[in-house]
């Protein structure tokens, strides 16, 4: 069954924190890479943050230092928490998963989507 469901997008003003979450399906979570990515209208879609089966994890240099990306095996998610948040940050949110092994924020094609939420920060 192919399944991400994401939650957790709000608005908040500059400097507030939120947490994603990406719930998956056995399959879903099963791949050897999962991620966050955003999109803005007029923009393609940007890797945010990966975290393979192994526990490797990359960032795009923009969000370093900033969100931690993390998964729960026994929930069967990953999430994503935002801190310090800009309003360069307001986006659509996805989670996206895929069975290749070369998992990094470059990497923007992913076989699996979810169907997005949307963060909003105000300055």
């Known amino acids: 069954q192919v399944e991400l469901v994401e939650s957790g997008g709000d608005s908040v003003q500059t400097g507030g924190s939120l947490r994603l979450t990406c719930r998956a399906s056995a399959l879903m979570y099963s791949m050897y890479c999962l991620g966050w990515y955003r999109q803005t209208p007029g923009k393609g879609r940007e890797g945010v943050a990966t975290?393979?089966?192994?526990?490797?994890?990359t960032y795009a240099d923009s969000v370093k230092g900033r969100f931690t990306i993390s998964r729960d095996h026994a929930a069967m998610s990953i999430y994503l928490q935002m801190d310090s948040l800009k309003p360069e940050d307001t986006a659509m949110y996805y989670c996206?998963?895929?069975?290749?092994?070369?998992?990094?924020?470059?990497?923007?094609?992913?076989?699996?989507w979810g169907e997005g939420t949307l963060v909003t920060i105000s300055s």
């Open positions: 975290i393979d089966n192994m526990g490797k994890i």
């Open positions: 996206a998963a895929d069975p290749k092994s070369w998992c990094t924020v470059t990497a923007t094609n992913m076989n699996y």
